[in-house]
């Protein structure tokens, strides 16, 4: 009997416990999975570079309106990625399968994108799942979970998602180095007229080609090194377990902090707050996975380390609870949106992991709640991915949900007819939103006349021009030179972006013989000085305020003396002193 169907028999009578698996029987296992094969890099270099050579011949060289061309392309992109991480020797069948399931899944996405694009909302999300399913699919496939499912082993699983990292950074690494290579190169022979390098480089074919080759060559001889990795990883998840112990006092700081101001900090925050909670959710997961080890026996003895991998487990759910709330607040004020959806799925895998730890933690009491994370780990790992690759076939519609919503928080008179963004419903929620334009224009009024303007605009990011009698409505300027305007307004043609979705216009005179002025949104401060042209010149980077506010009107934002002046909106301070 082959020794891996001998492992694998072992392994399905195990409960799942790493602990339950004898060290010679899961040697003899990882030596399987790790061990090296010489023609690894030579295939993979090749096939590498047949992929890249087909992605150039499918794209036709950038073309991306052909669904069926695009489609090709990332199928075979991601298909042989998929194939350089999971072909084996012993493995070719399977690894050939999935990575062509791999492949298929990204293909249809992409297709289904392209094909869509325009009619379906958030659909950069979808495929944002679609490569999460891939990431999430490739180590459980590494790992025989499709034949040993949850009884396969943590130690295995772990252990290839860091190789994995660890091999797929390297070889991206020496990818770039070998263009440096080829630049270097061309320099050298362009000193004695050989342009050969330099015409090659410029050809989109040798570039898709080179770049694969060199990536699979790479993949390969690492992938060959997979022990040596084994170690790097341990070393590496020693040095990241000692990031664990300021993090979990910034932790217990922010909580505790957070907790005493009676959650105020949620409802002062911007839209910022909920990604970076989620990241430091994220930060908290990788590190206490890093000091928890693999077994208890290769936990660290020290007490420090410990005691901040509890702190880091345990504040998870506290962490993804709160971007929760945030998120919460923001549908609350704003409604639903496509964005927020995708946003607010995110967060509740964020607490199934949390509240899964909590459940750990109550379990295990002492040492043993370790044993139940890495137990509870595999289950949301393998459950994640199957949510990813829902997510990413297109079953529901958020653009039409999110349409629906905003319809009746109007009708609910929840959002004033002014502070209504009707523009959204025309470009963001796809063909969803434009059937609940069309449905308002059915109506009488302003929201019929609104709609149907909204509904007749024809370039994207274009102003809504029908209430204030050809301005911009959602420009409001504290001046009333007409030609001062004009410049502001032909600005924002081009950067329509700068005044999204409303924002205040604010002259501040004139500054080195160019007119001064700040376009004041309620997240952001852009200065603009104009020459006596109109042409104004390139302004510095906005500057991100801390208001909350997704609109503003003039009356709430003034200009005070203060060590020169500065914007203040709702009597207070924002961004910093100017002049």
């Not at 409960?15 to 004898?22: K, L, R, Y």
Request: hydrophobic share 50%.
């Amino acid at each position: 009997m082959h020794p891996c169907r001998r492992s694998n028999n072992k392994l399905r009578k195990a409960d799942g416990n790493m602990e339950s698996i004898s060290p010679p029987e899961y040697d003899q296992l990882e030596a399987y999975q790790l061990e090296d094969w010489p023609l690894r890099p030579w295939i993979l270099a090749a096939m590498l570079a047949a992929a890249g050579l087909l992605i150039h011949l499918f794209s036709d060289g950038g073309d991306t309106e052909a669904p069926a061309r695009v489609a090709a392309a990332v199928a075979v992109g991601f298909g042989g990625i998929a194939a350089a991480f999971t072909l084996n020797e012993h493995r070719r069948v399977e690894a050939a399968i999935f990575s062509a399931i791999v492949g298929l899944v990204m293909g249809g996405v992409a297709w289904h994108i392209v094909r869509m694009d325009e009619h379906l909302a958030g659909q950069e999300f979808a495929f944002a799942a679609g490569v999460f399913f891939s990431v999430l699919a490739v180590p459980l496939f590494q790992a025989g979970f499709h034949r040993t499912r949850f009884a396969t082993p943590y130690r295995l699983t772990h252990t290839h998602v860091w190789a994995d990292a660890i091999s797929g950074g390297g070889a991206v690494a020496f990818t770039a180095i070998s263009w440096l290579m080829l630049l270097l190169l061309d320099g050298l022979f362009g000193i004695v007229g050989i342009d050969l390098l330099g015409d090659l480089m410029g050809e989109g074919w040798f570039g898709w080609s080179w770049s694969g080759a060199a990536l699979g060559a790479a993949l390969g001889l690492i992938r060959n090194n997979l022990k040596i990795l084994v170690v790097l990883q341990n070393v590496v998840m020693l040095v990241l377990g000692l990031l664990a112990v300021p993090l979990g006092i910034a932790l217990i700081i922010f909580l505790v902090a957070l907790i005493a101001s009676g959650g105020q900090a949620l409802w002062e925050a911007t839209d910022s707050a909920t990604p970076i909670l989620l990241t430091c959710a994220v930060g908290c997961f990788v590190l206490a996975n890093a000091t928890i080890r693999d077994s208890e026996g290769e936990r660290s003895t020290n007490i420090v380390l410990r005691i901040a991998s509890l702190i880091l487990v345990a504040g998870i759910f506290p962490l993804t609870l709160f971007a929760a709330i945030s998120i919460g607040i923001r549908i609350n004020q704003h409604g639903l949106s496509p964005e927020r959806i995708w946003s607010l799925i995110a967060i509740i895998i964020a607490c199934a992991y949390g509240l899964a730890y909590w459940v750990a933690l109550a379990l295990g009491r002492k040492d043993g709640w370790s044993h139940r994370v890495r137990h509870a780990n595999l289950h949301l790992a393998a459950t994640t991915c199957i949510v990813a690759l829902l997510l990413a076939i297109p079953l529901l519609d958020f653009g039409k949900i999110s349409a629906k919503n905003q319809v009746a928080r109007l009708d609910a008179g929840t959002v004033t007819l002014e502070e209504f963004d009707f523009a959204a419903l025309r470009w963001e929620f796809g063909d969803a939103g434009r059937q609940a334009l069309a449905r308002l224009t059915r109506r009488e009024g302003d929201v019929a006349q609104l709609a149907q303007a909204a509904l007749e605009d024809t370039e994207r990011y274009r102003f809504d021009r029908a209430r204030q009698g050809g301005s911009p409505a959602n420009i409001a300027y504290d001046f009333e030179d007409p030609e001062l305007r004009g410049w502001v307004a032909a600005y924002l043609e081009r950067e329509p972006w700068e005044c999204a979705p409303i924002c205040v216009v604010l002259d501040l005179g004139m500054e080195a013989e160019r007119r001064h002025v700040a376009i004041v949104r309620a997240d952001s401060v852009r200065h603009v000085r104009f020459r006596d042209d109109g042409v104004p010149y390139p302004p510095p980077p906005p500057q991100i305020l801390p208001s909350p506010a997704a609109t503003i009107a003039p009356g709430d934002v003034e200009i005070r003396d203060y060590s020169g002046r500065q914007i203040f909106i709702d009597g207070q301070p924002v961004g910093a002193p100017f002049e």
